[in-house]
């Protein structure tokens, strides 16, 4: 898929993300997101960085966080999670043509950030949002990636994953089988995404899993 394709899938989970917040109750905002420590507005919060804070800013704020990204990526979303509800949404939807990806990484990228914490956001608050095929496959395609499970910690190894609603599979070994959304889940160490995996590796997948942000 060639870069104007990636970008505009990037832009349409964006804005789909951002019709979802556009109409959450004050309370649901509050609501334990799936990404551990976090509530709702602070994955929003999150996923507005890129927009709100040049790469100088954020390669300072790495700096005073010890190079740690995750702290780093906590408390600015700790810090921002404060703003207005509808600044958040209408900075994500404003932005969703923007061009950021990570540095040394393609689109792929923020489109995996972007899918992985909008399920944080929907499963807890039951809202189903359908995401388009291309788009899933691209997210397992790169959630599998050696520097993906390295950064999740996941261990993968003996067990082989298995798409209910695709086809789509990776690895050898004993059969996990589930959703693209629950394989994703599951992948970057989301404990509730192996909730509904079945087969006989599903167990040995969920005894693996460590949290995470």
Known sequence: MDIPELRELLANERLGLADVLAVLAP???ETPSLSEGWTVRHVVAHLVMPFRYSLP???LKLVRAGGNFNRMADRVARQDASLPTAELVATLRDNARHGFTPPGAGYEAPLTDLVVHGLDICRP???ERPIPADTTRLVLDNVVTDQS???FGTDLSGVELHASDMEWTFGSGEPV???TSDLILAVCGRPAGSERLVGAGAQLLAERLVPSS
């Open 125 to 127: 608050l039951a809202i």
């Open 149 to 151: 499970l390295k950064f």
């Open 177 to 179: 089988v589930g959703s």
């Open 57 to 59: 800013r954020v390669a």
């Open 27 to 29: 309370d649901q905002w």
